[in-house]
């Protein structure tokens, strides 16, 4: 085992994650609650993991929870299920811990939209703009930005910002185009989006709609502006799980990726959810890079201490002053 560990670390950034078998006959929900105890970890899991992994988690949450969750946790440990950003978040925030990502490879299509490179170009375009980017990007881009925002307090940090300050979003051009909306401001807007929410079809849950016309559609802003015209609630994944939670219809068609469903359906066993389909037959509805974290991989990873988040400390804390920004105000705004 050990000679299969030592390949196993080697190749474990070209593939990723620690390619090793995993005892068949293990109990992986107790080993992993041991590992917990035993090295004083906390599992934080976003709502698109798979169910187990949301079963096994300490926190589940939408980006914003998340962050908090990172930045106040006392853990010496933090085992990030969810994507790459999510995790080099938590590791901006926290950097006197070990911060573990079950699969490095786990990235984000809306986060590749933006290399920081392209994007230090455009903002030097417009120098008298501030910067407000979306959680989902690479601490390079955070490191560009004057404040963060995730989906459930965009409108709270656009408005905290005068209205004469003209504004760059990125990288986001539907979450940014609703806020613009939204809020009335006239935003320069990132051309990126997320490969999952793009794919909804408009047509395909008009369809739905028809068959089951007391449902309501829930929709996150990551998606069209054509299909969040149609939603009856548009938020982030803890606004879409709250609003189920509280809204008294029986049926809903979930604009989002299917992870969210899980909870959902926990929380309200006598509700009916419905997966918003795809434009074509594939399973694109399912994030792929979210996906790639399983639990064997959460196992592994927790074990044998890595992969292991790593960031320049340059980086780190020019990338740190805007999410801390947004934080501070969240905090403010009571969120
Ligand atoms: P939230 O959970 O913050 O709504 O974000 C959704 C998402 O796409 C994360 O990658
Ligand atoms: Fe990125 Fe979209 Fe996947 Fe979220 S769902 S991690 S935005 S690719």
């Not at 008298?128 to 980017?133: K, N, Y």
């Not at 434009?279 to 196992?299: F, Q, S, V």
């Amino acid at each position: 085992m050990i000679r299969e560990l030592e390949i196993a670390k080697k190749d474990l950034q070209r593939k990723g994650f620690l390619d090793l078998p995993v005892d068949s006959r293990l109990d992986l929900f107790d080993e992993i609650e041991r590992l917990k105890k035993e090295k004083n970890a906390i599992v934080l899991a976003h709502y698109y993991q798979e169910p187990d992994i949301q079963d096994v988690a300490d926190y589940i949450g939408d980006s914003l929870g998340l962050s908090q969750q990172a930045a106040k946790t006392d853990a010496d440990i933090i085992v990030f299920a969810g994507v790459h950003f999510m995790a080099e978040t938590a590791k901006i925030l926290s950097p006197q811990k070990k911060v573990l990502l079950p699969d490095l490879k786990a990235g984000c299509s809306l986060a590749d939209s933006a290399p920081p490179e392209l994007f230090r170009k455009f903002k030097e375009k417009h120098p008298d703009h501030l910067v407000i980017s979306y959680i989902n990007c690479s601490a390079g881009i955070k490191a560009l930005s004057d404040i963060i925002c995730t989906s459930s307090n965009a409108e709270k940090i656009i408005e905290s910002v005068p209205k004469d300050q003209p504004i760059i979003f990125a990288p986001d051009r539907n979450l940014g185009a609703y806020l613009a909306k939204k809020t009335g401001r006239n935003m320069l807007l990132w051309n990126g989006a997320c490969m999952v929410h793009e794919i909804f079809s408009l047509e395909k849950i008009t369809r739905l709609k028809i068959r089951h016309p007391k449902a309501k559609i829930l929709a996150h802003p990551e998606c069209e502006a054509a299909v969040l015209e149609i939603a009856d609630y548009v938020g982030s994944t803890t606004g879409i799980l709250n609003f189920s939670k509280k809204d008294d219809a029986k049926e809903y068609i979930v604009v989002t990726e299917t992870g969210i469903l899980h909870q959902m359906q926990k929380e309200n066993p006598g509700k009916t959810f419905i997966p918003a389909p795809p434009n074509n037959a594939c399973a694109c509805n399912d994030c792929p890079h979210m996906k790639l974290n399983t639990l064997e991989k959460l196992y592994l990873c927790m074990e044998y201490e890595t992969p292991e988040i790593t960031m320049n400390e340059q980086l780190r804390i020019a990338a740190k002053k805007p999410i801390e920004r947004m934080l501070e105000i969240s905090a403010q705004a009571g969120l």
